[in-house]
Nanobody, 128 residues
Framework: QVRLVESGGASVEAGGSLRLSCAAS????????MGWFRQAPGKEREGVAS????????FSADTVKGRFTISRDNGKNTVYLQMDSLRPEDTAMYHC?????????????????????WGQGTQVTVSS
């Protein structure tokens, strides 16, 4: 059983930065596809970025490309989401997700059905 714990959410002003962290445990040192989804009130869940912990590139949604960067620290079993130039429309609950199947990282867009494991989420609020 994979367990994911997010941290780093906060309230910031537009133009500010935050770094979210997702610490993974319980997967016996296997490589995983890990990603971030977000959901704002009244909106559908959106895939933001994903990365395969064995390397080989990452994915970022068009809405965050150039502003958000996903990275990994395998030694700490942690994936990060660096969020710069934040906008009010980035306000959402951000969830970390993971799957042991690399296929989840190979799709053209992030499909939440492809991710088996989910964290509880961390709230990001951006004020104008």
């Amino acid at each position: 059983q994979v367990r994911l714990v997010e941290s780093g959410g906060a309230s910031v002003e537009a133009g500010g930065s935050l770094r979210l962290s997702c610490a993974a445990s319980g997967y016996a040192d296997r490589y995983m596809c890990m990603g971030w989804f977000r959901q704002a009130p009244g909106k559908e869940r959106e895939g933001v970025a994903s990365i395969y912990t064995a390397g080989g590139g990452s994915f970022s949604a068009d809405t965050v490309k150039g502003r958000f960067t996903i990275s990994r620290d395998n030694g700490k079993n942690t994936v990060y989401l660096q969020m710069d130039s934040l906008r009010p429309e980035d306000t959402a609950m951000y969830h970390c997700a993971a799957d042991l199947n690399v296929a989840a990282c190979l799709e053209d867009t992030m499909n939440e059905a492809s991710f088996k494991y989910w964290g509880q989420g961390t709230q990001v609020t951006v004020s104008s």
